[in-house]
């Protein structure tokens, strides 16, 4: 999607993925290799005016010495600040962000004695490498901690306060190199499993997305940020909590690719190549559904008025994103209609 949004910009990407049958690999070149791997890296970096990423489980360490011969946009901070939800929190907690109560982990004793203080119910999770819900334990009893520390003890965990969220929206904004910030509307998430569902957007809810945006504009700023930076939020008691922060192009973003005047994707791609940024205006009302496991008929999505088909061209998996659809109406009303509509159709296996 990102070299999509590149080609009519005249940019031009290249991918480095272990599998030669990466999605990327159906619309630009791809280098094969591992992510880490300082040789392909060092090649990528040569060939490249600058490198980003679209996951933020990549080292650190591995893109460190790319940084002599090329631009790391968004800047190495930022991903290692990404990568462990105990410094994340910390991040947010300087720049008064409020974040769930938390303690460290690393024994199952550290965990009875964070239940203790923060009580129950609550998150046991890894403090790194986790994402789509992996790695994740919710313990609502004392009962749990065995069978918890069973299936995901060991060191570098994070206890984490059960939120009684009445949503979960996300920001998704985009800094350009001289430091112009734009905000895509506030999105509106369902998660199953710790897996995003679909999102709604523009999501309505104007005092929650001005304290949205300028949390946002805080951790942009704080990490002198150039690319797409999207934050995940639990709405409690009317009030926002951050979850994670993603430095990359965000699943809860994909509706702009027909939802909005610039996507988050070109947006992603004019910001790290020193480009003005582009509106985020929002054409309608939109919600996206994520295909997970299997691929629904799409003959059959395509009748639904207003929807655009995605198929990333991957091999199905249980749990594995394999694609997705945006509906885009010209009224809300309409828009929860189509969903409710297109989301007969879908599996999630
Ligand atoms: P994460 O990997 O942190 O994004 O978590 C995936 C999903 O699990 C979130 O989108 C929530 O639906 C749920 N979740 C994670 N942490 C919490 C929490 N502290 N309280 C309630 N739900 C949570």
Redesign the pocket.
Known sequence: MMALAGYPLGVRCTFLDRAADAPGAQVAPILLGDLEDPARLAELAAGSDVVTFDWENISGAALAPLERVTAIRPPRAALEASQD?LTEKALFSRLRIPV?PHAAVDSEAQLLAAIRRLGLP??L?TRRM????KG?FVIGTLDDVDLAWSRIGGAGLIY??????SR?VSIIGARSVAGDIVYYPLAA?T?SG?I?RHTVAPFAGAALERSARAHLKRVMQALDYVGVLAI?F?VVDGRLVA??MAPRVHNSGHWTIEGCVTSQFENHVRAICGLPLGSTRPLGHAAMINFIGSMPDRARMLRIEGLAFHDYGKQPRPGRKLGHCTILAGRAKDRGQALMHALRFVEWT
Do not use: P, S, T, V
Request: negative net charge.
């Open positions: 939800r769930a609550g998150i999770k986790g994402y789509d819900g994740q984490e306060r059960f939120q009684r969220f979960e998430n998660h710790g995003l995940e639990f979850n994670e």
